[in-house]
DNA sequence: CTATGCGTTCCGGTATATGAAACAAGTGGT
DNA sequence: ACCACTTGTTTCATATACCGGAACGCATAG
């Protein structure tokens, strides 16, 4: 490299007003996105992305040509073109090709294997695995079903439904054969768990397995994957159970975004 | 008006690229369009939209660092912000409110009253009445719910599903009080209406009411919704059927178009 | 080694986008 | 009736954002 830039390094993660040579795309990017929040006047959008408001209409009134945007009495609304686009790139998207780089970080980076699975009904499937560094892996593959309740990955799965379906799918999961303060004590597992959109998994079963899971989420807002780590429990000696928890939330939250999700 | 435009019509429904002033969004808008169909490279956008490739090259990684597309190894892909979009435009889209402009022309171009409703299981329901010219009025308000097999409408909203679907409906709305033959005629029927994509609908019921229905198509494809006109029968005497079935169909079409359907 | 195809960067000239200003049209207040 | 105020629309001279040609990098292939 050369010597001005080994100084200082420019943190500065290449934003998006790097690219130059687009000005009026940007702008009526940022329109669009200004409508995105609701409808919205002209005069708004020349005030709040200052421009002029020649410009505001300009852009607006162009968007509009191509269905992008819509006039309603409330000003402009996104239009329907975008249903058409959302709904493409939808099945364009393939989910757990999306997820596979960034479970490959996430093991490169833990020396985990890492998982991605789906719910299906009371089950959860896994679709995708990454084998980490260490000689002991966790045998799960592609294809496999287990009960929801009894993985990590199933209930991050979870995460969003109420506590009478907790409460059915735990009970389903060890056969009935379990105490209510059994019960009430995997529950109050899981509202920590909600709070902290990520899940702490030791598996039931006395096989030693220790897992840490976070959910995916669509454009919708709704969990339709998730993502864990797993190994043997005594790996985790010696790691900061935070700083994983943490790298698995923020892996799961990248592909949320690349799923569409906002918020 | 002014007397310059009174001789010629100009027909030309101001198309595109009438606005001016946006040459660089309408370039990355025909870029998007592209993508639409599936991954391309740069070059083959450049050669189809007759741009350099510089051109090319600069405004689909400004899209892209908008994440309107991203980079798979066939090239540019629909980006996960669309995902969000699309998804951010179905939550602000009313259908029923949409579709009332066009069903007022619809009314006042035919003299009929014309309906929206959808489907609720088995039955179909109307959402939206628009009042016709005639003395005689259809008395369905919006709200009711009518066995789907049983109106116009609702066959409208069931030309998507297979014959033994047909089958079911038909003979649940008689009460299975219904021959072999009867329902074998109704199921010819509704092929030809989905050949056409317009139904045809005389009452079963002896009421001398008579309706023209057809689908509403979402972006993804699946009818959600159908429009109708209805009158009594004799309104009919002196109307050419094939141009009031025309206009009830593009009607719809209209309707599917806001409603983000690209077929 | 040359050839070919694609992505990327650079740069000068000009088509193109910009904002000020003025106009149009509606709303509400006095 | 008038004015004050808001929002949408059009016009226009100017500055610059954008364009395409050219050249470079880097593969893969023959």
Redesign the interface.
Known sequence: MDSTTDMIEQAEPEA?N??K??????R??DI?DEV?A??IKTVEIARKLGMSKTTAH??A???K??D?L?ITPDGF??????????????S??DLVRLARPLLEVLSSETGFCSFAGQREGDWSRHLDRVNGRQRLRVATIPGDVRPIAETGLGKALLLDEGEETWRRLYVASRNGRVTESEVQRWIAHMREFKVRQVVDHDSELGDGVHSIAAPVR???GRIVMAISIAGATQYYQGEDAGQLAGKVARSAREIS??????G
């Open positions: 998006r790097a690219v040579g687009a000005q009026t795309l940007m009526a990017l669009l995105i609701g409808p300009r852009l009134h162009a968007l040509s191509r992008y819509s609304a996104l239009g329907p073109k975008l249903l058409q686009l959302g709904a493409m790139a939808e364009q998207t669509n454009a919708k975004a690349l799923a569409g999700y906002a």
